[in-house]
């Protein structure tokens, strides 16, 4: 494996980080529990969840699980940079939230953490990320509750999720005039086929010494082989969600197909390959990997040690081409 420092802290992560949002929903505990084993053996160190993850009547339920696996001892929790996430309405589905039970006040960022902590079984996040912008709550009263839960050693780093440029930008500048450490990591749906973060938000993030975490990386399946997967009688899996909307899009589909029989020319698998591209652009410290099974996580292990060559990479650039450097792209 290889690691990188995240952002401009001293911390080191891995260059894939595993994603959990499939642990409960999709996949079981015992499998979650082995593909955790399996990453920390490959030497990721770096985990994603969130508290809402689990979803419907199970919210939490994902946090739980990577809580029972770190119970098992082994160094498990000494050896894994853990990041989860805060925002998102914990009631029931259906059943409006209580006031200041969701969003980031003051207030539910501290009972947020409390239950983040005791669902994990452990006594500290290192990664705690804002899952969402709250465009009702000002930065001064989140930083306040950031450095008050790292004071007291519950949490030690804080980050963004689905941020806007101006946003980090607002939320660093904040910090700075507070003296407080301000964000580390951006996290963002950034893949080959969906650049728009290229314009702003990873532009921002580098300028403010942010470490970029795209999700989503293959575009809900798009880019891992979907329309091979289709001939091969997969498609029931493989397009489906963002996928099947994207396919649905006729100039998109031969975007695709383009792509995938270049890779094919190139002996390359289509989702190990788009993990490599990611791992080549500038300020991404490691895309974020869900798998549902062990062969899943082998597979995307892979692709850290590929290199993608010249000509490959600049074909890529011609099927799905970037939206340009800003102001640039739409000043002139």
Same mark, same amino acid.
């Given at each position: 494996? +290889?690691?990188?420092?995240?952002?401009? &802290?001293?911390?080191?992560?891995?260059?894939?980080? #595993?994603?959990? %949002?499939?642990?409960?929903?999709? &996949?079981? !505990?015992?499998?979650?529990?082995?593909?955790?084993?399996?990453?920390?053996?490959?030497?990721?160190?770096?985990? $994603?969840?969130?508290?809402?993850? =689990?979803?419907?009547?199970?919210? =939490?339920?994902?946090?739980?699980?990577?809580?029972?696996?770190?119970?098992?001892?082994? /160094?498990?929790?000494?050896? &894994?940079?853990? *990041?989860?996430?805060?925002?998102?309405? %914990?009631?029931? /589905?259906?059943?409006?939230?209580?006031?200041?039970? $969701?969003?980031?006040? *003051? @207030?539910?960022?501290?009972?947020?953490? $409390?239950?983040?902590?005791?669902?994990? +079984?452990?006594?500290?996040?290192?990664?705690?990320?804002?899952?969402?912008?709250?465009?009702?709550?000002?930065?001064?009263?989140?930083?306040?509750?950031?450095?008050?839960?790292?004071?007291?050693? +519950?949490?030690?780093?804080?980050?963004?999720?689905?941020?806007?440029?101006?946003?980090?930008?607002?939320?660093?500048?904040?910090?700075?005039?507070? =003296?407080?450490?301000?964000?580390?990591?951006?996290?963002?749906?950034?893949?080959?086929?969906?650049?728009?973060?290229?314009? !702003?938000?990873?532009?921002?993030?580098?300028?403010?010494?942010?470490?970029?975490?795209?999700?989503?990386?293959?575009?809900?399946? #798009? @880019?891992?082989?979907? @329309?091979? +997967?289709?001939?091969?009688?997969?498609?029931?899996?493989? *397009?489906?969600?963002?996928?099947? /909307?994207?396919?649905?899009?006729?100039?998109?589909?031969?975007?695709?197909?383009?792509?995938?029989?270049?890779?094919?020319?190139?002996?390359? !698998?289509?989702?190990?390959?788009? @993990?490599?591209?990611?791992?080549?652009?500038?300020?991404?410290?490691?895309?974020?990997?869900?798998?549902?099974?062990?062969?899943?996580?082998?597979?995307?292990?892979?692709?850290?040690?590929? !290199?993608?060559?010249?000509?490959?990479?600049?074909? #890529?650039?011609?099927?799905?081409?970037?939206?340009?450097?800003?102001?640039?792209?739409?000043?002139?």
């Amino acid at each position: 494996m +290889k690691y990188t420092q995240l952002g401009r &802290t001293g911390l080191k992560v891995s260059r894939l980080v #595993l994603g959990t %949002m499939n642990f409960g929903p999709q &996949t079981s !505990e015992a499998d979650s529990h082995t593909i955790m084993d399996a990453a920390l053996a490959a030497g990721v160190n770096f985990f $994603d969840t969130a508290n809402a993850y =689990g979803w419907g009547a199970n919210k =939490g339920r994902t946090e739980e699980i990577i809580g029972s696996w770190f119970a098992k001892g082994g /160094d498990r929790r000494d050896k &894994t940079v853990l *990041a989860t996430k805060v925002y998102a309405n %914990m009631s029931l /589905d259906g059943t409006p939230p209580w006031p200041n039970h $969701d969003r980031l006040s *003051a @207030l539910n960022i501290r009972r947020s953490v $409390d239950a983040s902590l005791k669902r994990l +079984k452990t006594d500290y996040i290192d990664l705690y990320q804002f899952h969402h912008v709250d465009r009702h709550t000002p930065f001064e009263e989140i930083w306040q509750a950031v450095d008050v839960l790292v004071q007291q050693g +519950k949490i030690l780093y804080a980050g963004s999720s689905n941020f806007a440029g101006w946003h980090i930008a607002r939320a660093n500048e904040t910090a700075r005039r507070l =003296g407080s450490y301000g964000l580390v990591s951006e996290q963002c749906l950034y893949n080959l086929a969906e650049r728009r973060a290229e314009m !702003e938000v990873i532009p921002a993030a580098q300028e403010y010494g942010l470490g970029v975490v795209p999700w989503s990386p293959l575009h809900g399946g #798009l @880019l891992g082989g979907v @329309l091979r +997967k289709e001939r091969e009688g997969g498609a029931a899996r493989s *397009a489906s969600g963002r996928s099947a /909307d994207a396919l649905a899009n006729t100039t998109v589909r031969a975007q695709v197909q383009a792509y995938e029989d270049l890779l094919a020319k190139h002996g390359l !698998e289509p989702g190990e390959a788009a @993990l490599a591209w990611l791992l080549t652009r500038p300020g991404v410290t490691g895309p974020i990997v869900g798998p549902r099974t062990a062969e899943q996580l082998e597979s995307a292990l892979r692709a850290v040690e590929l !290199e993608l060559t010249e000509e490959v990479l600049a074909s #890529l650039d011609e099927i799905f081409p970037g939206p340009g450097p800003s102001p640039e792209a739409f000043a002139w």
